[in-house]
Structure formats: C-alpha cells, structure tokens
T-cell receptor, first 109, second 115 residues
Framework: GQNIDQPTEMTATEGAIVQINCTYQTSGFNGLFWYQQHAGEAPTFLSYNVLDGLEEKGRFSSFLSRSKGYSYLLLKELQMKDSASYLCAGLDSNYQLIWGAGTKLIIKP | ETGVTQTPRHLVMGMTNKKSLKCEQHLGHNAMYWYKQSAKKPLELMFV???????ENNSVPSRFSPECPNSSHLFLHLHTLQPEDSALYLC??????????????FGPGTRLTVT
C-alpha cells in the first residue's frame, strides 16, 4: 500500500531550527511536496523535490533521499508565524498525490 | 479575484438537505480536485478532473456528486449526507502537462457541518 508518515506534533522555540521528517512508500515515485497550512486556511506550496539532495529557499530547505524513502523540511530562524501544520505528500506513478496527516508545529517564545 | 475561490466558506446542513459547493480557479489551470480534510487525518482525494474529464474514485459515496462544466469551475453536489461527512472540503487546481509535476493551488475550503 501507499503511505506517508510524519510526526503528529512538534514544538520549537522562536529563533531556533527545527527539522520535520517524512517517510514515504508510494507506487512509483515522481517527487515529494511540502505544504504549509495555517489553522483555518488553505495549504500553500513550499517545496518540491524529485532528485536527491537539499533544496534551499530562504529560511526553508527541503531534503530528499530516494533510496531511503525519506525527506525532511528544515526551518531556520523560526518565527511565531511559522506555527502551522506542515504536510508532506508523495507523487506516485499515476501523478496522484499521497498525503501525510501533517505535522503541527508549535513555536514558543 | 485571484487564485482559487470557494463558496460558501461555512455550511450547516441537515441530513435530508441538498446543497452544492462551488469552486472557481483564476489561474488558467487544466486540472481541478476535490479533497476532504478531517482532523488529524491525511487529505483524502475525492475527485479529479483533468482536461475536463473526470477520474473516477470508487471509494467516494454516491451522496457526493461532482460537476465540472468547464476548466475554471468545479461543483460538489451534496445530498442525504451523514454526520461523519462533516469536514473541511478543499478545492485545488494545477497545470497538468504530460509527465511534468506541478504544485496544486488550494482554495480556502468550505467547513461543512452535517446535523
């Protein structure tokens, strides 16, 4: 079966760094997405990885290891506005997104 | 209007009612999606329309009926729903080009409560 696993909830301190992990099992693989979703709002696109390695976008970076079926989202210099749920989604061989349940990130002052 | 819009934002309906959710995308995309989001569960893909053709999803109960009159509009018709159908219903759109993956853009969702 297809499955995406990520932690349910994480807590971090303002100004610190946090890494949100995601492991995936999909039928075929065409890349991995990360989305951010603030409470009561729509998910918004953060990153897409299809090749191994690290993609950096400002304070956010995303890493992929296809051999390990593993990805992480790295958030640096955390701000209170980063409090949100972070959704990991794998793209299968039919180009359908398989979603994780999301990681709720709580930022404390 | 920009991006993906959804109406209504909130809906309370009885189990015998009939209602429709509306989605409109202003991005020129050729694929649209309906998702169900329940608390602490993964997004559940309900329906996909790609190039205005529907991709069947046999696991969705027949009390949910999608309609895609053109590439910019998507509806979800609801009838005789159950309380467990209460959830956030999200619409999304993307550009599908052969084997190139593109991100999906989401609307703000309709919070549905079935009483």
């Amino acid at each position: 079966g297809q499955n995406i696993d990520q932690p349910t909830e994480m807590t971090a301190t303002e100004g610190a760094i946090v890494q949100i992990n995601c492991t995936y099992q999909t039928s075929g693989f065409n890349g991995l997405f990360w989305y951010q979703q603030h409470a009561g709002e729509a998910p918004t696109f953060l990153s897409y990885n299809v090749l191994d390695g690290l993609e950096e976008k400002g304070r956010f970076s995303s890493f992929l290891s296809r051999s390990k079926g593993y990805s992480y989202l790295l958030l640096k210099e955390l701000q209170m506005k980063d409090s949100a749920s972070y959704l990991c989604a794998g793209l299968d061989s039919n180009y359908q997104l398989i979603w994780g349940a999301g990681t709720k990130l709580i930022i404390k002052p | 209007e920009t991006g993906v819009t959804q109406t209504p934002r909130h809906l309370v309906m009885g189990m015998t009612n009939k209602k429709s959710l509306k989605c409109e995308q202003h991005l020129g995309h050729n694929a649209m999606y309906w998702y169900k989001q329940s608390a602490k569960k993964p997004l559940e893909l309900m329906f996909v329309y790609s190039l205005e053709e529907r991709v069947e999803n046999n696991s969705v109960p027949s009390r949910f009926s999608p309609e895609c009159p053109n590439s910019s509009h998507l509806f979800l018709h609801l009838h005789t729903l159950q309380p467990e159908d209460s959830a956030l219903y999200l619409c999304a759109s993307s550009q599908v080009l052969d084997t190139v993956a593109h991100e999906q853009y989401f609307g703000p969702g309709t919070r549905l409560t079935v009483t």
